[in-house]
């Protein structure tokens, strides 16, 4: 399965690359990693969430390391889910940030089946790989990943930092709100 995303992040490339190739941070806006652990220069080991509860785990090798611009990785053998990428780091037009894409190929586990069942059970890949992007994003602008009333610790909270739809105030809510507004006209 191949699957590719892009954000720009009003940070300079060598910033963006800087927290992006420390993969040990990474768990922390990337929903579905529990834990990268660096195992040398150019390796690391990297457990991730799979559906139905399980977990995999496989070592990477840093293909391609330029500072700022460019990082590439594959598995090694052995790998739970054979996987490869990059990610590229440009400026973006008129001195705006930078422009973050990413290209990630993986084996996906029974094939066309596994795909569509995760699917059904809500691990939509694609969607996952825009939410890391905006959660990145967000690291890098504010210095954290926004919290909603719905997901306010984050992981321990999450199945993938769950929402909950939007909900009429409740009385005391309101009260306690236009409260607040007889303040600030005041």
């Known amino acids: 399965m191949l699957l590719t995303g892009s954000t720009t992040i009003a940070k300079p490339p060598s910033e963006v690359y800087a927290l992006f190739s420390d993969f040990e941070r990474l768990p922390g806006f990337m929903a579905h990693l529990d834990d990268v652990r660096r195992l040398s220069d150019t390796t690391s080991r990297w457990t991730a969430s799979a559906p139905f ?15 700022g611009r460019r990082l590439s990785w594959r598995s090694l053998d052995g790998a739970d889910i054979a996987n490869r ?10 001195g705006r940030g930078t ?3 990413v290209r990630l190929e993986y ?3 029974a094939g066309a089946l596994g795909a569509a069942v995760a699917r059904f059970f809500g691990e ?6 825009d939410d890391d992007l905006r959660r990145l994003k967000q690291v890098m602008e504010t210095g954290e990943v926004v919290r909603s009333e719905g997901a306010p610790g984050g992981k321990r909270a999450r199945h993938e930092f769950p929402q909950r739809p939007a909900q009429p105030l409740t009385g005391e809510e309101l009260a306690e709100f236009r409260g607040e507004l007889t303040e600030v006209a005041s």
């Open 85 to 94: 990428g990059e990610v590229t780091f440009d400026e973006a037009p008129g």
């Open 53 to 67: 509860g399980r977990q995999v785990t496989w070592d990477a090798e840093t293909v391609e390391a330029v500072p």
């Open 99 to 101: 422009e973050l894409r």
């Open 124 to 129: 939509e890949p694609h969607q996952q790989v």
């Open 107 to 109: 084996d996906v586990p």
